[in-house]
């Protein structure tokens, strides 16, 4: 069975400092991953995807994925206390997003 | 802007009442819909795979005849939760794939049966 582990916190990050979010998966064969970001009682909303060795940044946001130690991450810089909310980490075998696998997600609060 | 829109927001039902859930694709025709289901502290789960056309597709442990999809257009897709419980009470929550594997939620849906 596909997991998808995640620290569940809460991973608390003084306001302007890096804020940073792991994920382990099981699946080897995995191709795809994302990373979501979800406010209390709201949907997810999708912060960033990477599917390759390395990393990969947008804006405040730099994804990190290594393969071969099946571990995906996320780093948030600059952390404002609107950053303060639960981040999912999701995994995707490919060929389509469907059968997509959620961890719990990790509660991050950002203390102003 | 918004990829889906989904109603209602939440709603609060009796024992033994079916409810319906509607999922809308914006500006773009959706021939494949998820509905994930999230309990408190948990992480999304998902329930079926709705087809536009067919019949949708579950995954084990979901009752089919207890969650009815029907995704009759290329932009709606409804969850029928029948007979409500209150171990029903959940965050229904569907979603799209637009553009690479990206996966788009609604606003989810806050069921509560009393």
């Known amino acids: 069975q596909k997991e998808v582990e995640q620290n569940s916190g809460p991973l608390s990050v003084p306001e302007g400092a890096i804020a940073s979010l792991n994920c382990t998966y099981s699946?080897?064969?995995?191709?795809?991953f994302f990373w979501y970001r979800q406010y209390s009682g709201k949907s997810p909303e999708l912060i960033m995807s990477i599917y390759s060795n390395g990393d990969k940044e947008d804006g405040r946001f730099t994804a990190q994925l290594n393969k071969a130690s099946q571990y995906v991450s996320l780093l948030i810089r600059d952390s404002q206390p609107s950053d303060s909310a639960t981040y999912l980490c999701a995994v995707n075998g490919g060929g389509g997003a469907d059968g997509l696998t959620f961890g719990k997600g990790t509660h991050l609060i950002i203390q102003p | 802007g918004a990829v889906v829109s989904q109603h209602p927001s939440w709603v609060i039902c009796k024992s033994g009442t079916s409810v319906k859930i509607e999922c809308r694709s914006l500006d773009f025709q959706a021939t494949t819909m998820f509905w994930y289901r999230q309990f408190p502290k948990q992480s999304l789960m998902l329930m079926a795979t709705?087809?536009?056309?067919?019949?949708?597709?579950?995954e084990q442990g979901v009752e089919k005849d207890k969650f009815l999809i029907n995704h009759a257009s290329l932009t709606l897709s409804t969850l029928t939760v029948t007979s409500a419980h209150p171990e029903d009470s959940s965050f229904y929550i569907c979603s799209v794939v637009r553009g690479s594997e990206k996966l788009f939620f609604g606003s989810g849906t806050q069921l509560s049966v009393l």
């Open positions: 699946d080897r064969g995995s191709q795809s």
């Open positions: 709705s087809n536009e056309g067919s019949k949708a597709t579950y």
